[in-house]
């Protein structure tokens, strides 16, 4: 798909501008990685180097699928705009790629939350 003929890229332009991008599924958006990341380091402090990796995991394994969850709040505030091909489409693309995304993120807490 072409990115400027990305309805929900553009659903969510019109509605914050240009930080739709962050949406987009080609951009990696590492801050929000990082911001994760940080968050559950001070929520388990003295994590060793091994354990700090795994934060970096449930992280990455929790943003990269941002352009499938953008497509559900899209649908929850404008179902109108979706055709049901689309919505086929769309829910497929989601089932293929976050389920394995959502199961690493899980293993990688219940290490993290492992006696340290």
Known sequence: ???ED???INIF???IGDKAN???GDFYPAFANSAITEALKEEYPNLT???IIETDSIGMNLVCWQRNAAFIVALCLFPEKFTKEEIQDEVQSLLIHMPDHIKDALVSYDKLAEKQ
Request: hydrophobic content about 35%.
């Open 22 to 24: 962050n949406l987009r």
């Open 13 to 15: 332009k019109n509605l």
């Open 49 to 51: 180097e091994e354990k």
């Open 6 to 8: 990305d309805k929900v």
């Open 1 to 3: 798909m072409n990115i």
